[in-house]
């Protein structure tokens, strides 16, 4: 039953977009108490012709507010810390940030298991639905294959520019009188690193 409930939408998310989107930038503002921006939805909803029940009650209007509020918390969150990683990282090698980018998403998909889990555990709980199942293995197989690519990219780069780096200097021992042999070992060692 409280299942139920649980997934039913407030009155707030059933009324038209354009009222709904006038409650989010009022929201947003911080320019009115939550009463002003209640009678304000109300007047709305009366201007738009919905029936009487349509109305906003104080309570249900608070829940809604409470929620764009935490939702609102997670986004400006998230924005915070992604500030500070690109800041940290901005000189980093764009692999290290592809790498830790594809460390949030493993993590991010590893919690969202282990909350589909901890959720279908729940006595009369509702098995995990094979399209979740399915969207999440998805993101997994994904993010292996990023990294796959990464690393195979990575190897690529290491290669010519050692490659590179093997040519010039052979070419500057040659200028320096070292013997042919040599100028192969030395090459034949930085080719060794990559």
Same mark, same amino acid.
């Given at each position: 039953?409280? $299942?139920?409930?649980? *997934?039913? $939408? @407030?009155?707030? /998310?059933?009324?038209?977009?354009?009222?709904?989107?006038?409650?989010?930038?009022?929201?947003? #503002?911080? *320019?009115?108490?939550? $009463?002003?921006?209640?009678?304000?939805? *109300?007047?709305?909803?009366?201007?738009?012709?919905?029936?009487?029940?349509?109305?906003? @009650?104080?309570?249900?209007?608070?829940?809604?507010?409470?929620?764009?509020? *935490?939702?609102? +918390?997670?986004?400006?969150?998230?924005?915070?810390?992604?500030?500070?990683?690109? %800041?940290?990282?901005?000189?980093?090698?764009? @692999?290290?940030?592809?790498?830790?980018? &594809?460390?949030? !998403?493993? %993590?991010?998909?590893?919690?969202? #298991?282990?909350?589909?889990?901890?959720? +279908?555990?729940?006595?009369?709980?509702?098995?995990?639905?094979?399209?979740?199942?399915?969207?999440?293995?998805?993101? !997994? &197989?994904?993010?292996?294959?990023? +990294?796959?690519? #990464? %690393?195979? !990219? /990575?190897? /690529?780069?290491?290669?010519?520019?050692? /490659?590179?780096?093997?040519?010039?200097?052979?070419?500057? !021992? $040659?200028?320096?009188?070292?013997?042919?042999? %040599? +100028?192969?070992?030395?090459?034949?060692?930085?080719?060794?690193?990559?």
């Amino acid at each position: 039953m409280l $299942k139920r409930a649980k *997934n039913r $939408k @407030s009155k707030v /998310e059933l009324l038209p977009e354009e009222i709904r989107t006038s409650i989010g930038a009022l929201i947003r #503002s911080g *320019n009115m108490l939550q $009463k002003d921006i209640l009678a304000a939805v *109300n007047e709305m909803i009366d201007e738009a012709g919905l029936p009487e029940d349509a109305k906003i @009650s104080r309570t249900s209007f608070n829940r809604y507010a409470q929620r764009m509020e *935490n939702r609102g +918390a997670r986004i400006r969150e998230a924005r915070e810390v992604a500030e500070v990683w690109t %800041t940290k990282l901005g000189d980093a090698p764009v @692999s290290e940030v592809g790498k830790l980018l &594809q460390e949030f !998403v493993r %993590t991010m998909a590893f919690e969202t #298991s282990m909350h589909m889990m901890d959720q +279908a555990g729940e006595e009369g709980a509702d098995p995990i639905p094979p399209k979740a199942l399915g969207q999440l293995a998805l993101v !997994v &197989q994904r993010i292996e294959s990023a +990294a796959m690519i #990464s %690393t195979k !990219v /990575e190897k /690529e780069i290491r290669k010519a520019f050692a /490659e590179q780096a093997a040519s010039e200097v052979e070419a500057v !021992v $040659k200028k320096a009188g070292i013997s042919a042999d %040599t +100028a192969a070992d030395i090459k034949k060692h930085i080719l060794g690193i990559a």
